[in-house]
Nanobody, 124 residues
């Protein structure tokens, strides 16, 4: 059974940085695809970034490229989302999910296991 826990959310001013963490059990990040998604109030959940194979392949949504970095700590079975140059539009609940495999079309894949989320609020 997969269990995911997100942490690290909080309030930050525009232009600042924040690092989110996703860890859990029932899977191994070395042979899985772990992805971060976010959902703003009144909007649909959207993909942010994904990491496959222990970080050997990473994928990003266009809206966060060059600002966010997804990184693995395989020893801790953890995937981080390092957020920099944040904008008010980055505000939302951030969730992580895991599946066995993904590629550059990861956003279109079915993601069935979710954590409880961690809130990120960016003020202008």
């Amino acid at each position: 059974q997969v269990h995911l826990v997100e942490s690290g959310g909080g309030s930050v001013q525009a232009g600042g940085s924040l690092t989110l963490s996703c860890t859990g059990s029932g899977y191994n990040v070395v042979n899985s695809c772990v992805a971060w998604f976010r959902q703003a109030p009144g909007k649909e959940r959207e993909g942010v970034a994904a990491s496959y194979g222990g970080g050997s392949r990473t994928y990003y949504a266009d809206s966060v490229k060059a600002r966010f970095t997804i990184a693995n700590d395989n020893a801790k079975n953890t995937v981080l989302l390092q957020m920099s140059s944040v904008k008010p539009e980055d505000t939302g609940m951030y969730y992580c999910s895991v599946r066995g495999w993904c590629n550059s079309n990861w956003i279109t894949f079915s993601w069935d296991d979710w954590g409880q989320g961690t809130q990120v609020t960016v003020s202008s």
